[in-house]
Nanobody, 119 residues
């Protein structure tokens, strides 16, 4: 089992920045990739970014390109999502998720953290 706890959400004005954190515990040795997703009210879940647990290889979804940066600090079993130039349309609940080795889908999810961007 892997447990994920997000933090760092909050309220910010458009153009501002926030940094989300996702702390992993439990069987972290089985993690292959960590991902960030978001869900806005009335919309489907959306992929934001992912990072490989060991090599730090990153990939971004369209909403994140050029504005968000995903990183990890393995010593702390923590993944970050630095979000800059935030827009009102970034308002959503942000979730981190862990993909285990040899797994096709994300196996573990955090509880989510609310991000609200006002215009």
């Amino acid at each position: 089992q892997v447990q994920l706890v997000e933090s760092g959400g909050g309220w910010v004005q458009a153009g501002g920045s926030l940094r989300l954190s996702c702390a992993a515990s439990g069987r972290t040795s089985e993690i292959n990739t960590m991902g960030w997703f978001r869900r806005a009210p009335g919309k489907q879940q959306e992929f934001v970014a992912r990072i490989s647990w060991s090599g730090g290889i990153t990939y971004y979804g369209d909403p994140a390109k050029g504005r968000f940066t995903v990183s990890r600090e393995n010593a702390k079993n923590t993944v970050y999502l630095q979000m800059n130039s935030l827009k009102p349309e970034d308002t959503a609940v942000y979730y981190c998720a862990a993909l285990q080795r040899r797994s096709a889908n994300y196996d573990y999810w955090g509880q989510g953290t609310q991000v609200t961007v006002s215009s």
